[in-house]
């Protein structure tokens, strides 16, 4: 057994987009988010990224963000798992899953859940291109997209 297979948020394994909802029948709206790996960033090829975690603090920060939306809206669902390790193009590297009786309910969880996870949560994305080069991420400096 891994050590990460401690951890329910952060995960060495592939992750992938389940085909099942929740067993939960007041469910109306059921929102999944999937950062997925591009081969593009700021105009240069992207080859693959390695993301790197403290995986008992960020297990514990996702959990709290995880937390505060279940406060904020009334959520019947609400799940978040971030991948670490080298992930190639096109791999799923963070899902958020929000579920809740309405619609507008899920969709502004799901929103609130990634960007805080994305802000706040301290895992380091690196990127590494076609020409041999690779760089730190500087996390993340579009907020619209």
């Known amino acids: ?3 990460l297979e401690t951890y329910s948020h952060i995960s060495s394994s592939p992750i992938f987009v389940s085909s099942q909802m929740p067993d939960i029948p ?3 709206g059921f929102v999944v988010f999937s950062g997925i790996v591009r081969n593009l960033n700021e105009g240069k090829k992207v ?5 790197e975690a403290y ?3 960020a297990n514990e920060m996702i959990s709290s963000i ?3 939306a279940r406060k904020k ?7 978040c798992i971030h991948r670490i390790g080298k ?3 096109s791999e ?4 958020v899953e929000t579920g809740s009786m309405h619609r507008a309910e899920a969709y502004e969880s799901n929103r609130y859940i990634i960007d805080r996870v994305k802000h706040e949560v301290p895992i380091w994305k690196k990127e590494f291109y076609s020409d041999g080069s690779s760089q730190w991420s500087k996390g993340c400096v579009h907020e619209s997209h």
């Open 73 to 79: 809206w009334d959520l019947l669902h609400a799940n």
């Open 55 to 57: 995986a008992p603090m």
């Open 26 to 28: 007041e469910i109306g």
């Open 1 to 3: 057994m891994s050590v």
């Open 66 to 68: 995880l937390a505060d």
């Open 47 to 51: 080859t693959h990224l390695e993301y």
């Open 87 to 89: 992930l190639e193009i």
């Open 92 to 95: 799923i590297a963070v899902i």
